[in-house]
């Protein structure tokens, strides 16, 4: 399987930082969207192809606008939703990052599914600030539910924080704060 992971195009609360972090339920811009359209061209999906959102409304935006026409399979799921990066155990997380509940995602973006068994704790507190015992094992998690999924392809829309984790993670290799992705831009990994 590959997994390929996808930055979001940019979005409201990176305008203003530090008082844009604030905004809750950042949209993107309209360059956000253009990115996203752009995505179609990029990266084309196919039906044999999963694309998996963090449940927010930027991310969530930028996979709907790159699924238009397409039969690619659309999930959301919280253990990719943002995540600090390198993690910090303040528990502190801005209202821009506050992720979506399977409800409003059902009424908002109804052609994206909610991760089904996922327990309703992860979706109440994310992986923003969780400890990296934690997430290894909900990422574990999370990793072998793709592979269940029998696609050629597996999408994860997700942020520079999470991305930089899951990296790191798969890899073994040390990820730094420069390394980061820029918004819509993509990292392939065989798994």
Request: hydrophobic share 40%; with cysteine; aromatic share 12%.
């Amino acid at each position: 399987m590959e997994l390929i992971f996808v930055s979001h195009g940019q979005a409201e609360h990176t305008m203003n930082i530090p008082a844009s972090y604030e905004i809750e339920a950042p949209g993107l811009t309209q360059l956000g969207v253009r990115q996203a359209e752009r995505l179609r061209a990029s990266l084309p999906l196919t039906e044999q192809d999963a694309v998996i959102a963090s449940p927010t409304r930027r991310t969530l935006q930028t996979a709907r606008i790159w699924c238009e026409g397409t039969d690619a399979l659309r999930f959301a799921h919280p253990t990719v939703g943002p995540r600090q990066f390198p993690p910090r155990y303040d528990f502190f997380t801005y209202r821009c990052d506050h992720i979506m509940e399977p409800r409003q995602i059902k009424e908002s973006f109804s052609e994206f599914l909610p991760a089904p068994d996922v327990p309703e704790y992860i979706w109440l507190q994310g992986i923003h600030t969780a400890p990296a015992l934690l997430f290894d094992k909900w990422s574990a998690g999370f990793l072998a539910w793709c592979g269940r999924l029998e696609r050629r392809k597996v999408y994860i829309v997700s942020h520079e924080g999470t991305i930089s984790s899951y990296i790191q993670r798969l890899t073994g290799t040390p990820w730094r704060r420069k390394q980061f992705i820029d918004d819509l831009d993509w990292i392939p990994l065989s798994v």
